[in-house]
């Protein structure tokens, strides 16, 4: 006898399809577009140049012709796929000595690729982490994260974004519960800085907390590592506290121009993910041209020319966070640090609040040649849609000052027509 419903029902009715037909009828949907040449700070987009404000090329790395050598070189010795998993034979002594690079960049025991970074959280968490345990999220964390919780079976607490106060109470809640000595442990997951606020997480506070408390913590430094700190190492080391981290985990598709993420950790829980991540041993291993970019581009950033490539990113998103709220637009500002200094991260997004109007703006930026990333429900909190603006080292201030005299004309137009956008805080 056939079943009541159809398991299909759901994608004819879902909240947005609504939304979904009404922005493609008006050509606004600000999702799927498609790129024609490199991903330069300029690029050929659906027939037109376009300044590039929606990358995570934040050092501009996969237009460099040792990064492309790196890839090419791989390439030719290997061929285009290994067509197996890391466990049988997929292991490339570039492979190895990726992991080694890594694991000394983070200054940890050891480290272990995945071939992406949403298969490093899922596979970490979900392996690390089982029924019984209890894991504590920022509600602001990388989707991955979520999924790697919510694969494990622990019991998620997730505490409103940056809120030390609910982190505390989550973990005396956790405490509560796990009383026993046959009872689970707590894991704190944080990202270092946040995909869409692009805020840095108040990591000191958290590792005290952690401290306190017995939790293990772990850092997705997905958009710090090669961005902050001396050594590009991401937010733990610009904070001062990576011994207090536990496992970090990091990807190839921002700041090291490829595709493919890691988690760096002490050598028995490096050791114990290679044989028991799911994620790791039961799916491809990438491809070699990847591996090989993503091993250029490290030994770029861990060379003597790292640190003036990420003063240049740092001091290109400075200059745009700056010249968008001398415009009048609300940007997240410049985010302190413990020594009384500041620093403005890769990302500045723009708060517009309403759905329909970032979208609007969007169109009206993408239609004046800027091309920008837009974060809605659920990528944000419900009425905090906002346009994700993010730079690269390679920006020149010529080209960021094109941009804003674009955002300029088009604010004007826009609330002109659609009434006013929310003004600097």
């Not at 990302?347 to 993408?366: H, M, N, Q, T």
Request: a negative charge; aromatic letters at 6%.
């Amino acid at each position: 006898m056939p079943t009541a419903n159809d398991v299909f029902d759901k994608v004819r009715g879902h909240e947005r399809l609504e939304q979904l037909q009404a922005a493609r009828a008006a050509d606004l949907l600000p999702y799927f577009r498609r790129l024609e040449g490199p991903a330069g700070p300029v690029v050929e987009m659906e027939g037109a140049a376009r300044i590039m404000l929606g990358s995570n090329n934040y050092l501009g790395l996969t237009g460099d012709p040792r990064v492309i050598a790196g890839a090419r070189d791989a390439l030719e010795r290997y061929g285009t796929g290994l067509t197996g998993s890391r466990l049988l034979n997929g292991t490339l002594d570039l492979h190895l000595e990726l992991e080694r690079e890594l694991a000394d960049w983070m200054g940890t025991e050891d480290a272990i690729v995945f071939t992406t970074g949403h298969q490093a959280n899922v596979g970490g968490l979900g392996t690390l982490l089982g029924p019984g345990d209890t894991v504590i999220a920022d509600s602001a964390d990388h989707a991955s994260i979520l999924d790697g919780c919510l694969l494990s079976r622990a019991k998620l607490r997730p505490f409103r974004h940056g809120r030390l106060d609910k982190l505390e109470s989550q973990l005396q809640r956790a405490a509560a519960e796990t009383g026993g000595e046959q009872d689970g442990g707590v894991l704190i997951v944080v990202d270092g800085v946040f995909s869409m606020e692009g805020d840095i997480a108040p990591l000191p506070e958290i590792a005290a907390l952690a401290k306190a408390h017995g939790a293990r913590l772990m850092v997705d430094e997905a958009h710090a590592a090669g961005v902050l700190g001396r050594r590009g190492a991401g937010a733990a080391e610009l904070l001062g506290i990576e011994a207090a981290v536990d496992l970090r985990m990091g990807t190839f598709s921002k700041s090291l121009a490829s595709c493919g993420g890691f988690l760096a950790g002490s050598a028995e829980v490096i050791d114990f993910l290679r044989v028991h991540s799911r994620a790791f041993l039961f799916t491809a291993s990438g491809v070699p041209a990847a591996v090989g970019a993503a091993l250029s581009a490290l030994r770029i950033v861990r060379s003597a020319e790292g640190p003036d490539l990420f003063a240049r990113v740092l001091g290109n998103a400075a200059y745009l966070n700056r010249g968008l709220r001398e415009l009048g637009f609300d940007v997240v500002g410049a985010q302190p640090l413990p020594d009384d200094s500041s620093v403005t991260t890769p990302i500045v997004p723009v708060r517009v609040g309403d759905d329909w109007k970032a979208v609007l703006l969007w169109r009206a930026l993408f239609d004046a040649g800027i091309y920008v990333n837009v974060a809605l429900h659920p990528a944000v909190a419900p009425g905090s849609a906002l346009l994700r603006t993010s730079v690269m080292a390679t920006h020149d201030h010529a080209t960021l000052d094109e941009a804003l005299d674009g955002f300029a004309r088009v604010k004007r137009d826009f609330e002109a027509e659609h009434g006013p956008l929310p003004a600097p805080r």
